[in-house]
């Protein structure tokens, strides 16, 4: 039978709402308000999961986000489950079940326990020692750690929830809404500033919310019934916003912050459908106001990881805002004040605490005397040197401490208790205002890492900023937010504080036992099972840097980001390293400060939002014809067009032949196509391709090679000029976009004094491209009082027509080397145009081909796909294609680089043909090429870029380059396959029509 | 996450820009009478400078204008934006 530990109605606990969840399959009740780690330790149950590395037992350590073992399993096994999640930012609702993670069979008996009892076999850097050799090795000793590495279960089906983002923007966010974020907030909306205050937790008002030590006043009232009346007030503040259970995931340059909002993480899974679960909140804030308080610290000592083991402060939170006692046998550890309110908190409930053991010799403060009132006894001078209990802390050993700190004397006396509370002292939560880009400094008197260098609008009030008394939270804050927001006056000026004035701290980072260190566990990072010993080693190493003992210990690495040992591995390594720790400096912390879902990273953009895709006016016509679909950049292309049950090689076999035999028809919308006008348009084509520009008429169509100014081609097209001071430029698909980026940025910043004026004209034309020996039959129906021949419409000119009412723009060219129109009218027109077309062309039997089909005809023709047979290493020259290049131009992009020495090396890569001696194997593109079979290593000479069986040749047919193969016309060669070598001969490019006679067929 | 001013449509957001590299490389007026290490010069050779840098920035999903900014790259705080062609701040 579990114990009931609820010790008091708490006004933050709906005892009226009871709720059953389910933990490792068993039912217990907690109570609207709970979370699930308050709602285990009213049941009694501290054991909760398992260590990372020695599998050791773990308790609930903390009551909030820094939580490093009670990391559970929610709704295992459904399309929500969400592996390590902090049991003590869980909000419990009836139907929630959780279960531990790193244990098999169960958590009360698991298997990998039995690494505790090898530990000595497991030091740090074990993995990098042990799994070095024989180095064959890795591939089964991966297989083997891959399997007994990871902590919870990601979800095998999709997620049902919806996430969002928003876009927000504020004069002033304030971060954390304890007693310094709520009065920070309050002056700030109330002068007119639009402010927006976030807390992680349900309710606002932090640590001072339950802060009813009767030896500190604010106005006469206790912090917490002063707080509660300030938070009333904040609820009615024009200009301001209040985000409960949103945390700042992250803080960068600029005030840019991204956080988290829970919207349905709390709510019964009937009540979660088509819901927003959780929102990302991208905020830019004028200013920013750090509030985030303070982590209490442990104490590091041996055995210092036991179930019951936990930080005083969150003991305290547990029975004020919770009403859970923690254990029926209370004692505390402390080297600092902040346990005896722990204490006192407890014992003024009736709950029985059996003794402080203080690290200090003495303290003057009236809590101090209080407690020792109360009877309760206190060990001044004593540290804890070991604990007992396996699964449940039993009972801890103290000795007295030496004076100097490092040894213990005496005798130890052994004390039984359920529950230990820790305090260590406070570190600031600094973490955002790091990833800022801020700069910390160490204060060696409180032994913390304090803000000082702001590189952006913020300030940090409260413990985050060094300040623990409330005299001091509030004298600071007025002068923060005066300064830093410019308000004149405020009321904090005559606020009246009370507080109970001491402050002696003992800090020792390691405490000594009377055991040797060796045998000891005294861990720092709870999560990953890093302890003091490990640090220690990796020193003896050599390790120096903290941030390579971080890693090799891996203190500091695992989900909780090390938030609670942190500041005990630095303090560990300064003492041992005998440097000091504002030397030492600090790791970095990165964000997320706690994990975010993936859910919450994309929001939206998931499925058919994941990335936009582009179609062409004529797409609904593909669809209907059953077209398959490729994706070219962002577009969606139609690939092929079966019929019959074709698999793709016999549909392209057929769209090949009709396009050379008769007619075939393809979109071609997707041609980036750029509108170029202005005085010195024909100069700027001049400088952009290779080719010169300058006389070509009116009406005429060229194709150009666009470089780099490294000589590699960037781009190619054909471009019409449309009037004296006016070009249509097309581009590949994918080009488009940074074709034109790249001629705005010669324009803007090169070339100036050029009147030219580019324009993105891709969405505005639509293009169907008719080829074959009947397209000139074709359109000829379509368009009856054109003249078609070919002195009036030679190849590589262009004419103005209608097509009925439709403005269109003709251009013969041809990318397949038949007999070829593109036709261009405006997007809306294309699929009317495009079944025009198609009836005209039925008696032809005109047949529609897609991007496959292309690629086989341009390849028959030897016409290269830039990013396809390039890539970014080939020159014109390197593709043959010399007489591209203008010998009379004195300059273009990239035309010094083909001087270079490396450009003009004989043995570069070159363009060629490949013909397969057995013309039925098809070679596979990227398929290596070798001259030497016997060679070992073998000398790769080239690759293979394109490839098909043509049909119109019957036979293999193949693009390749080939290192020096400008020279190797008719040499014979092999492409060596995983089976098999097969024969090849180096051969002229242009595969089809090498005299060029169809294009006036 | 910056916040660039641009100096034609104010203050955005940093993903609506790319930028560009270092500033103020001229292109060569007659490339073809450098030798190849003076070309390679102007070609290969970019600063990285720990510290105040000049570079260019598009606003590119905005006015697609190009213009240049000193950005203090140890801390990333932007010092001063200005236009193509103005002269660059003194330092």
Known sequence: ???????????????????????????????????????????????????????????????????????????????????????????????????????????????????????????????????????????????????????GKSPTSSDPDIYDHRNVHCDVLVVGAGISGILAAKYAAKNNFKTL????????????????????????????????????????????????????????????????????????????????????????????????????????????????????????????????????????????????????????????VEAVIDIRDQSESKIVKKVEEAGIKIYWSHTIVDTAGYKRLNSVSIMKLSNDGTSVTGSKISISCDCLGVAGGWTPAVHLYTQSGSKLKFDEEKQIFLPNQNTSEQISVGSCGGDFKIDEIIKNLNQKLKDKLNIKETNLDNIKVEIDQENSKRNIWLLPSDIPLGKTKPFVDFQNDATAKDI???????????????????????????????????????????????????????PPYTPLTFGTIVGRNVGKFFDIFRKTPMNDWHVENKAEFENVGQWKRAWYYPINGENMHQAVQRESKAARESAGILDASTLGKIDIQGSDASEFLNRIYTNAWSKLAIGKCRYGLMLNEDGMVYDDGVTTRLGENHYLMTTTTGGAANVLGKLEDYLQTEWPELDVYLTSVTDHYATASLCGPNSKKILKKIISNLDLSDESFPHMSFKEAKIGNIQCRIMRISFTGEHSYEINVQASYGKDLWEKCMEAGKEFNITPYGTETMHLLRAEKGFIIVGQDTDGTMTPIDLQMDWIISKKKYDFIGKRSLYRSDTMREDRKQLVGLLTDDPNIVLEEGAQIVSELNQNPVEMLGHVTSSYFSPNLNKSIALAVVRGGKDMMGKKLFVPMENKNINVTIANPVFYDEKNERLNA | MFLINCPYCGERDQQEFKAGGEAHIERPKQPTELSDDEWAEYLFMRKNIKGVQFERWNHAHGCRKWFNMVRDTSNDEIKAIYKMGEKPPSQ
């Open chain 1, 197 to 352: 205050i976030v807390d992680e937790k349900n309710e606002l008002g932090g640590s001072t919310i339950f802060e009813n030590n009767e030896f500190n006043k604010i106005d006469n009232k206790t912090p917490s019934e002063w707080l509660k009346k300030e938070i009333e007030e904040l609820k009615g503040i024009k200009n301001l916003e209040i985000k409960t259970r949103t945390s700042v995931a992250a803080y960068h340059q600029y005030n840019y912050l991204l956080a988290r909002e829970n919207l349905t993480d709390h709510l019964e899974t009937k009540d979660k459908t088509n819901k927003i679960r959780q929102r990302l909140l991208k905020i830019r804030a004028k200013k920013v106001i750090l509030a985030t308080g303070a982590l209490e610290r442990p104490l590091i000592f041996n055995n210092n990881d036991r179930p019951g083991i936990m930080l005083s402060s969150a003991i305290k939170r547990y029975s004020e805002f919770y009403g859970v006692a923690c254990g029926s046998k209370n004692i505390f550890f402390t080297n600092n004040d902040s346990a005896y309110e722990s204490a006192l908190s407890l014992y003024n409930k009736g709950i029985h």
């Open chain 1, 536 to 590: 220690k080693l990796a020193l003896r190493e050599g390790f120096r840097s903290i941030e390579h003992v971080k890693r090799y210990t891996t203190t500091g690495m695992g989900t909780d980001q090390g938030k609670l040992g942190n500041m005990h591995a630095l303090g560990i390594i300064a003492d041992t390293a005998g440097v000091k720790m504002g030397e030492l400096g600090t790791t970095t912390f990165r």
């Open chain 1, 1 to 151: 039978m579990t114990k009931n530990l609820r010790v008091k109605s708490s006004e933050y606990i709906d005892e009226t709402n009871r709720i059953s969840f389910k933990f490792n399959g068993k039912t217990y009740h907690g109570f609207k308000g709970d979370t699930l780690a308050s709602a285990l330790l009213a049941n009694d149950v501290h054991l909760v999961g398992r260590s990372f590395k020695y599998h050791r037992p773990r308790g609930i350590m903390t009551s909030g986000s820094e939580e490093p073992n009670a990391i559970v399993q929610v709704n295992p096994g459904t399309n929500r489950t969400e592996p390590n999640v902090r049991a003590t930012e869980v909000e419990i609702y009836e139907g929630l079940e959780a279960s531990s993670q790193n244990c098999w069979p169960s958590v009360e008996f698991d298997i990998g326990g039995i690494n505790n009892f090898l530990s000595p076999f497991f030091p740090a850097g074990f993995y990098y020692k042990t799994f070095m050799w024989p180095a064959s090795f890795w591939e089964k000793y991966e297989f083997f750690i891959r399997h007994s590495a990871g902590l």
